[in-house]
T-cell receptor, first 114, second 113 residues
Framework: AQSVTQPDIHITVSEGASLELRCNYS??????LFWYVQSPGQGLQLLLK??????LVQGIKGFEAEFKRSQSSFNLRKPSVHWSDAAEYFC????????????FGSGTRLQVQP | EADIYQTPRYLVIGTGKKITLECSQT?????MYWYQQDPGMELHLIHY???????EKGDLSSESTVSRIRTEHFPLTLESARPSHTSQYLC????????????FGSGTRLTVV
């Protein structure tokens, strides 16, 4: 079964600083990989996804993520954080065969300081 | 506008009551899911459905039950609510041809007192 680890529970960055959120997964092959964002009291919104091909994927709101097979990682990055980026970020993995349901990490809460 | 709706958004209810959390989508998606999310913790899959009259239990054991009588409707029921059921419940759907193209509802925050 697949699993996802987000080692950072809480991260604080200054507005305008760069951001990297870590995600490691466990799966027998290359899974489908996702990053979602959740604002307080809201559902989850898809930021970006990796299915195959180029290992650097671009998403919405200026986010990008890089799939590194050798490290089983899919870290999320943004070069310059805006105050509106403060939210909870979830990494998720989906199997390529069998049950098509996402497995989520425990999330990283991002705070942005002015 | 195609969307997925969850009602109620917030619910405070006494122990022992029967409750139903509603989830409806207007996109014609075959696949629907219920996730349970505790504060600061990951989402756990508790139920999923691949179509009408198809329901399966997820990874996290749950005392709740679900039904899928119509494509657009996937309600979750707790026969007898307990404080341990206090959590946020998120519903999602996706199309057969795009199984991971999840659309999430805004969630129901349930508090059992």
């Amino acid at each position: 079964a697949q699993s996802v680890t987000q080692p950072d529970i809480h991260i604080t960055v200054s507005e305008g600083a760069s951001l990297e959120l870590r995600c490691n997964y466990s799966y027998g092959a290359t899974p489908y990989l996702f990053w979602y964002v959740q604002s307080p009291g809201q559902g989850l919104q898809l930021l970006l996804k990796y299915f195959s091909g180029d290992t650097l994927v671009q998403g919405i709101k200026g986010f990008e993520a890089e799939f590194k097979r050798s490290q089983s990682s899919f870290n999320l990055r943004k070069p310059s954080v805006h105050w509106s980026d403060a939210a909870e970020y979830f990494c998720a993995v989906g199997a390529r065969t069998g049950r098509r349901a996402l497995t989520f990490g425990s999330g990283t809460r991002l705070q942005v300081q002015p | 506008e195609a969307d997925i709706y969850q009602t109620p958004r917030y619910l405070v209810i006494g122990t022992g009551k029967k409750i139903t959390l509603e989830c409806s989508q207007t996109m014609g998606h075959d696949k629907m899911y219920w996730y349970q999310q505790d504060p600061g913790m990951e989402l756990h899959l508790i139920h999923y459905s691949y179509g009408v009259n198809s329901t399966e239990k997820g990874d996290l054991s749950s005392e709740s039950t679900v039904s899928r009588i119509r494509t657009e409707h996937f309600p979750l029921t707790l026969e007898s609510a307990r404080p341990s059921h206090t959590s946020q419940y998120l519903c999602a759907s996706s199309a057969e041809e795009a199984p991971y193209g999840y659309t999430f509802g805004s969630g129901t925050r349930l508090t059992v007192v």
